[in-house]
Structure formats: C-alpha cells, structure tokens
C-alpha cells in the first residue's frame, strides 16, 4: 500500500499514491488512528520482517523520552512476546507535536522519517 525507501542521507521516505490517499481517507472515515493506518499501510514490510510502525509512547520497545511516531528497520520479540526490540536501523517522525505524518501522506503524498544515530 504505502511504499518506503531509504533515501541517501539515511531517512526514510513513506510515499502514498492515489489509491493509497484513498485508502486512508476511508479509515479515518471509519475512526481508525493514523497509528492504525501506519500500520495498516506498511503490513506488507513488517509482515515480511522490514520496516515495521511503532508508537514509541508504548515504551515497548524503550527508544528514548519520545512518543514519536517510530519505524524499526526489524523488530526482534522475547519468546513469550511482551517484549519488543529494535533490531538494525530506527527511524523517527522528529514533528509528532506539530504535524501527524499520516496527514502528511494524505496531503503532499509524502513524509519522510529521520534517521535515528
């Protein structure tokens, strides 16, 4: 649905063409969080062990004094999964107070998450 690609400064950029800007219309239509959405949109590289969406106010996993919008390169889980870890690379959405990215993709068709170092 959403397509992601590491740009060459190290972000990450969420892209969302028609079909998709339609779709998240329809889910804020029917209540769903633009968390949901986030999810929703990227499943096919999470499901498949890439770039997987995760609030970071949850604190699981722990990435620091944020509850920024977040993408995990992978995510690793203890073995009776209530416990979460960032595994590779961490992406974050640095504006979360001042804009939500998924607004950003609705609008511009585009947001791009930084690179956590």
């Given at each position: 649905m959403f397509s992601i690609t590491k740009l060459p400064s190290g972000h990450l950029q969420l892209?969302?063409?028609?079909?998709?800007?339609?779709?998240?219309?329809?889910?804020?239509?029917?209540?769903?969080?633009?968390d949901q959405i986030l999810m929703e949109g990227t499943e096919h590289y999470w499901t498949n062990g890439s770039f997987h969406p995760f609030?970071?106010?949850?604190?699981?996993?722990?990435?620091?004094?944020?509850?920024?919008?977040?993408?995990?390169?992978?995510?690793?889980?203890s073995e009776d999964g209530s416990e979460c870890k960032v595994e590779g690379q961490l992406w974050w959405y640095p504006a979360y107070e001042l804009s939500?990215?998924?607004?950003?993709l609705l609008k511009i068709g585009q947001v791009v998450f930084t690179a956590a170092h």
């Amino acid at each position: 649905m959403f397509s992601i690609t590491k740009l060459p400064s190290g972000h990450l950029q969420l892209a969302a063409d028609a079909a998709a800007r339609e779709f998240i219309l329809e889910q804020m239509e029917r209540g769903r969080s633009s968390d949901q959405i986030l999810m929703e949109g990227t499943e096919h590289y999470w499901t498949n062990g890439s770039f997987h969406p995760f609030d970071a106010s949850n604190a699981n996993p722990f990435v620091g004094l944020t509850c920024a919008p977040c993408i995990a390169e992978s995510m690793g889980y203890s073995e009776d999964g209530s416990e979460c870890k960032v595994e590779g690379q961490l992406w974050w959405y640095p504006a979360y107070e001042l804009s939500d990215p998924v607004q950003e993709l609705l609008k511009i068709g585009q947001v791009v998450f930084t690179a956590a170092h």
